[in-house]
Structure formats: structure tokens, C-alpha cells
């Protein structure tokens, strides 16, 4: 018997078009479009180019030209996101792997393998899953989170406040995600340059991916047999108690998955809102004049320049069709976040107001919806507030064209942020607060799959002499508690 076809394109036969390289149909085998090498450079580019040879759905090849679908259209990936019954994110039934054209050593391995998470999981699995996951999600504290935040931030900006310059990326964006989320996980010894480094890495496709892979993966599940046997007040501890019973291996490929996805968000989230904060004198003026406040920049840029620019991958169940293009059952699809997000079906003036609309691609949607949205939120949303007061003069060092940007398949973002400032002291930090949970539900009371997150009240502060710190003189008054009250301080 002769194998079935699984064509990316309506041709019977794709590789009977063009000879590769023919400058009229790009670069790849059959005249498909490559996404990464020379032509990749300028992904958003490129997305329009495939626009408007294909339309909502384009084929596309990935490294190793291993044939894929891009999609496009904003529709076209709500519904492809929203079908569970025709698209599914286990890659098992990836026809590439069956067929071994992407072998085990694909530089994109990392983020396309099955894993035993909510993510790749159907049915019962992914409700026991995704469940233990709400479950211990709904046991942060947001506002120890949002002074943790706060602590972090000052800690930051204490390092470079006296020079007067800095790199808004390196010092700040790519660090703030990883001290929080590693205080959430648990692990907050854990924190360094390697761990950011390694945790951006993996995600880029590179040579080194699967190595950065083993050494957070190493980190991940050395915390889950230690919180296997000493449960503490954390994320970590939450998720390895919940009634749905994780084993160590489901504990630790969860536990990296929301490391990954919440701190690359996060990381490249911080950087795009500074950016405009810092290029677009509108923006900045309504903020510092209330028309506009920080969540609501924050929910513009993740229209304008989501933190991940696609998501690898949704696979067909069965023969379909999507946006005018022959799916076949086996075919896998990127979810298009950053080309959806402009779709001219839903965004024909891109300078249109989108602040108060959040039906962006930027977290996904369906039953594999971000289920660590709101911890992203906040980070982005504390962290720029608080570094805005503690520089309130802060200026960008170099013309905005000068700015570079890096891109991979999944995200583009910010090589660097140089800014200027008048120099400022340190500040003072008294303590290092820690990110505590709220109670755990007993066991017998907690028979839903997914615990519903709490209405939590705001813990009081403690008193200055219980930190160890002389009270002061003259203390504030009572409208400048309210105010650190508020802003979580």
C-alpha cells in the first residue's frame, strides 16, 4: 500500500512546485516559507507575507524543514483552541514523530514532546491535572504576592539607583519574574543568572535547549522530593497534596511548566509595557494624569506585543478544515497569538483603543487556557507601577529605532533597555516578606476538581519594631498608610 498523503498545502503533491530557493516562493522545499533562519529575522513580517499568500492558515516550515501549520487569523485559533473533539495538544499523534521526520534531537523537541501535564492531557486526565494546578494556584496570597513584588523591585533598583543609568532588560525584566515565581514555587535559593539564563534559553530552539532543559528540569524535581518529604507553606507543597494525587514525575513537569510559561510571559510582558511607557509620551502622560492606569497598559500591550508570539502546538484528531486550507489528521498547528492579535478581521486600525478589551491571544484560550494569567498580571502590574515611583524621571538612553529586539519561534523581545535617571540613594529594605498561601481546604471538603480561587482580605502590616527596625520619630499619617496599604508596601 502506498502511505496516505499528509499534505500542508491544497496541492495534491507540494513538492512538485518550485526548486527550493525560487525567490517567488521563499526558500523551503515546495516553495514553503521557513520560520526560523535568514527570512525569519523579521517574524511579524513574515506573518503578513503568509497572510496574504494564504490567508488564516498557512503551511510553514519548522527547523530541519519539518512541515507545519501557522495560524493566522484571530477566529481561526479561537476555534481551534475551543474544539478539543478535532484538535488536541497531545503530540503522540504528531505524524512527524510517528514517521520519525522530527526526530528526538528537533531543537523544538523541548516544547512539542508529550509531557505528563494539563497541557498535553484530554478528558478526566486533564481535569485531574489542571485541577491539582487551580487548586494550588488558589492558595496564593495575592497581596503577600504584590509586596513581595514590591520587596523585589526595591531590591533591583537598589543595585544600579546611584548610577544613573541601567538596562531596564537585563537588570530588571528578566529578573523580577524569576525572584517571584521562584518565592512561589518554593525555592526562592534557587534564584540566580544561571536560572534565568538557562530558563530563557530553553524556550529559544537553540543547540543548547535540551541541556538548558535538564538543568531546570534537575532544579524542579530536586524541590519536589524535598517537598515530598518537608511540605511547607508553597506552591510546591499545595500541588504535591491536592487530592488528585500527582505522582513526583507529574509534580515536576508541572512545576516547569508554570516556571516556563509564567516567567517568559512575565519577563518579556515587563519589558514591552516599559517600552512604550518610555517611547510614547501619550501613553506616559496618561498615566502619570490617571486617564490610564498600569493594568490597563498592561492589557494594551498584550494586544499590541503579547509575551509569546506563538504556542507550539495543536495537532488534528481527524481530516478538517480550517480557514480554507485541507487539515489532515496527524498535521500539527501553531496557536498564532501575535498575528491573530492583528487579524484585519478583528483590528483594522491597529491604533485603535484596546484597553479595556481582553479578547487577545496572549494566554490562549479554551480548556488550555493560562491557568497563571493573573500571577503574570501581577508582577507586570506591581512591578512597573513600583519602579515608575521609585524613578519617576527615568528617560530611554538611545533613539527608539536604536533599540534591538531578538526573535524565536515563540516569542520576540527586548535585547536591552538602556535608560537614564537623576541618581537616587538606595532605600532602606527592612525585610525580606515571604509569599504565603492561604489555608488549605481538608481533604474531605475538597471534592471539586478545580478549588475556586478565594475572596481574600488584606493581612495588617506588622509593626515596625517587630522587623527588628527602631520605630520611627514621626510616623505617617493616616492617608499615607491607606496609600502603602493599597499599593501593598
Not at 294 to 302: D, G, K, R, T, Y
Amino acid at each position: 500500500m502506498t502511505p496516505e498523503s499528509h499534505s500542508l498545502t491544497d496541492t495534491d503533491d507540494p513538492m512538485s512546485g518550485p526548486p527550493p530557493g525560487c525567490p517567488a516562493h521563499g526558500t523551503g522545499p515546495g516553495g514553503l516559507r521557513r520560520l526560523y533562519g535568514p527570512e525569519a529575522q523579521d517574524l511579524a513580517g513574515l506573518y503578513e507575507k503568509l497572510r496574504a499568500e494564504h490567508g488564516a492558515v498557512a503551511p510553514v516550515l519548522l527547523h530541519n524543514d519539518v512541515r507545519f501549520w501557522m495560524v493566522l487569523g484571530h477566529g481561526e485559533n479561537l476555534h481551534m483552541v475551543s474544539n478539543p473533539a478535532i484538535y488536541t495538544r497531545d503530540s503522540r499523534v504528531w505524524t512527524a514523530l510517528l514517521d520519525g521526520t522530527a526526530g528526538a534531537d528537533h531543537p523544538l523537541m523541548p516544547l512539542i514532546a508529550w509531557q505528563p501535564i494539563c497541557s498535553h492531557a484530554e478528558g478526566d486526565e486533564h481535569l485531574r491535572l489542571r485541577g491539582a494546578v487551580m487548586g494550588a494556584m488558589s492558595t496564593i496570597n495575592p497581596r503577600d504576592l504584590r509586596r513581595y513584588i514590591n520587596h523585589w523591585t526595591e531590591q533591583l533598583v537598589n543595585k544600579f539607583c546611584e548610577r544613573g543609568t541601567a538596562d531596564l532588560v537585563s537588570q530588571f525584566a528578566e529578573h523580577l519574574p524569576m525572584a517571584a515565581l521562584c518565592e512561589i514555587l518554593g525555592m526562592p535559593e534557587e534564584y540566580d543568572d544561571r536560572l534565568v539564563q538557562t530558563t530563557r534559553d530553553l524556550l529559544k530552539g537553540t543547540d543548547t535547549a535540551i541541556a538548558s532543559n535538564e538543568y531546570v528540569m534537575s532544579i524542579l524535581m530536586r524541590l519536589t522530593l524535598r517537598r515530598r518529604a518537608e511540605p511547607a507553606d508553597d506552591f510546591t507543597s499545595y500541588l504535591i497534596n491536592h487530592p488528585a494525587g500527582l505522582t513526583d514525575d507529574e509534580v515536576g513537569q508541572h512545576l516547569r511548566l508554570v516556571l516556563l510559561a509564567a516567567y517568559e510571559a512575565t519577563a518579556n510582558l515587563l519589558a514591552n509595557v516599559l517600552r512604550v511607557v518610555l517611547t510614547d509620551p501619550g501613553f506616559r502622560a496618561q498615566l502619570n494624569g490617571g486617564q490610564m492606569t498600569v493594568p490597563q497598559a498592561v492589557e494594551q500591550s498584550l494586544w499590541d506585543e503579547p509575551p509569546f508570539s506563538a504556542v507550539l502546538g495543536y495537532f488534528a484528531k481527524q481530516d478538517t478544515e480550517l480557514g480554507g486550507q485541507r487539515i489532515r489528521k496527524g498535521d500539527g498547528l501553531f496557536l498564532g497569538i501575535a498575528p491573530g492579535n492583528i487579524d484585519p478581521q478583528v483590528r483594522p486600525d491597529l491604533k485603535a483603543n484596546m484597553r479595556g478589551n481582553r479578547s487577545h491571544l496572549a494566554f490562549g484560550g479554551g480548556p488550555h487556557e493560562c491557568p497563571g494569567q493573573d500571577i503574570g498580571r501581577a508582577i507586570a502590574d506591581t512591578g512597573v507601577d513600583a519602579l515608575l515611583k521609585r524613578l519617576p524621571d527615568v528617560q530611554l538612553a538611545v533613539e527608539e529605532d536604536e533599540l534591538r529586539w531578538t526573535a524565536s519561534i515563540s516569542s520576540r523581545h527586548l535585547v536591552e533597555l538602556p535608560v537614564v535617571f537623576d541618581p537616587a540613594s538606595p532605600q532602606d529594605i527592612m525585610r525580606r516578606p515571604g509569599v504565603n498561601t492561604v489555608t488549605r481546604p481538608r481533604p474531605d471538603s475538597d471534592k471539586a476538581v478545580a478549588v475556586p480561587r478565594p475572596t481574600l482580605e488584606p493581612r495588617p502590616e506588622a509593626p515596625e519594631s517587630e522587623a527588628g527596625t527602631p520605630e520611627p520619630v514621626r510616623g505617617p499619617s493616616a492617608w499615607q498608610r491607606f496609600l502603602r496599604w493599597w499599593r501593598g508596601y
